[in-house]
Every structure is written in C-alpha cells, then in structure tokens.
C-alpha cells in the first residue's frame, strides 16, 4: 500500500469514528427533547453524560485549528452545522447537485421546533443558507453570503421529508473600479431557494434570495488569516 493509501485509509477511518459519535449524539439529543421520564431519570442521565466530557477534550481543537477529518484540500466540512456527519447539531442534510441545482434533503426531528410540531424559522433560513452556498459554490468558487431574505410561505412539518433547492439567478452588472483595485471578480451572485416536503416539491414552503460573493485576496487574508478559506 502506498503512503497516500495508507492516509486515506485512515482519513475514512476517522470519518467513520466522528460520524459514529455525530450519530450517537444526535440521537441522544433528540432523546432528550422528547423525552418525558421522571425528573430522577433525567438528572442520573444528565450526570452519567457529563461524565464522558473530559474524555473527548483530553485532546481537542481550538476556533481556526482545522479538524482531523478536513485535511487542507479536501474541501470538506465533517462538523458543518447542516451537512456535517459529525456535527450532532446537523440534521444531517444529504447535498446533490442535480442539473446544476442543489438538491437537499432531510428530516427534522423535535429538536428543531419553532411552532408546535413545524419547524423553527430560523432553521429553516440555516438549510437555505446552506444549499444557497452550494448552488453558488457549484459554479467552483465558494463564496459567502452578503445577504440573505426569506418568505415564510407555509410551515414546515417536523418528522417529514423535506426537500430544499437551490440555484443560481442573474448576477449584478460587475464594478469594474473594484475589480481593478482588488484584482477579483466583484460581481455578487443572487441565488434562489425554496423547501419544500419531498411528497409535494412543488408547494413551496419558504423561499429565500441570497447574495454571494467570492472574498478577494484581501478579505481572505484579514477574514482568514490568508487560508484558502474554502479548502
Ligand atoms: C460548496 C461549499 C458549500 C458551502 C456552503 C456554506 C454556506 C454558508 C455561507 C455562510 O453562511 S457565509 C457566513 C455569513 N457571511 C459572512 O460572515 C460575511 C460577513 N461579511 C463580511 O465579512 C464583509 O461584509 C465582506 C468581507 C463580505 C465585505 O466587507 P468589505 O469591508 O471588504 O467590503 P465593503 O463592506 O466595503 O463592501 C462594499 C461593497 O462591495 C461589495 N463587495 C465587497 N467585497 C466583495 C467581493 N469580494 N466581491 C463582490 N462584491 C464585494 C459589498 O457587498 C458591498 O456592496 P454594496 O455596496 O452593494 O452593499
């Protein structure tokens, strides 16, 4: 086995690990949200949980330090707050890029209440935020959002598959000074976005429009330190 197969045997190794315990968190959390034990219940488990804390920060990372799972270039994010198998917050979404839309698709659970039994509408503006990155970042330049606005058209249901698009619309006519000064494309890209329940994909349940943009040298350097922020 070569060096570079022994890495990614132990990159997918790790992934595995980090997934496992995304899940098993997840789980735990959306335990812990439905749940209605005893108060006695709910106070051994709250201790018998904080208990296994310190055996995860025994060796942990610090805000800029990049995870073991992301190495520079792999371009992934295995703790990402959407579509992180690692992150217990994520639900996690399941990302494809279909006919150059961005295709989502999910189901949340009772940690993600807003109204009783739907979804919170924040939440809802995270999912669209996020599938909006991908359709911007399909065209091979990730980006960040500059502005983001949603119409909240109908609930979203909890415990329902949900299916969230998003594509690209009509750029802003470009600011050739800036391009000039920065030496980047300053052009901000809009996209569009809507969820949906995947048994219904065209009764559209929130709607949002986002604004993009590519960061220039500059900005990655004062933003980022001057790391490939997107890698
Ligand atoms: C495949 C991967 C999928 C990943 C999906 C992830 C999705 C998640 C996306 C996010 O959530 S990103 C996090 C949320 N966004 C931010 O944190 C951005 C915060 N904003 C900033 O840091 C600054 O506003 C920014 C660096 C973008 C610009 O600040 P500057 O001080 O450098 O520029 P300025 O504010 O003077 O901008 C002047 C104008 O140029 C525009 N501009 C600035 N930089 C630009 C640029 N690089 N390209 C094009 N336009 C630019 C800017 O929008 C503005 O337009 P308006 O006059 O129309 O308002």
């Not at 217990?88 to 279909?98: D, G």
């Not at 800036?178 to 969820?195: C, E, K, L, N, V």
Request: negative net charge; glycine residues 10%.
């Amino acid at each position: 086995m070569t060096q570079q197969e022994d890495q990614q045997e132990e990159l997918a190794e790790r992934r595995a690990a980090v997934a496992e315990l995304g899940a098993a968190v997840r789980a735990l959390t959306d335990a812990a949200v439905v749940s209605e034990v005893d108060d006695a219940t709910l106070r051994s488990v709250a201790a018998a949980v904080a208990e296994l804390v310190p055996s995860l920060t025994a060796a942990r990372r610090e805000r800029h330090e990049r995870p073991a799972t992301d190495p520079p270039g792999s371009g992934h994010r295995w703790y990402n707050p959407v579509i992180g198998a690692g992150n217990p917050m994520a639900p996690p979404v399941h990302v494809e890029l279909v006919d150059g839309r961005a295709v989502g698709t999910c189901v949340l659970g009772l940690a993600y209440e807003g109204p009783r039994g739907y979804v919170h509408g924040g939440i809802s503006a995270l999912l669209l935020d996020q599938i909006l990155g991908h359709a911007h970042g399909a065209s091979g330049r990730p980006g960040m959002t500059i502005s983001l606005s949603l119409r909240y058209r109908g609930p979203v249901p909890l415990n329902t598959p949900l299916r969230i698009t998003g594509w690209l619309g009509e750029s802003d006519p470009g600011r050739p000074s800036d391009a000039d000064d920065h030496g980047d494309d300053r052009q901000p890209s809009h996209a569009i976005g809507t969820i949906s329940t995947a048994d219904e994909p065209d009764s559209v349940l929130v709607e949002a429009r986002g604004k993009f943009i590519v960061p220039n040298r500059k900005q990655v350097q004062r933003i980022f330190g001057g790391e490939d922020f997107a890698r």
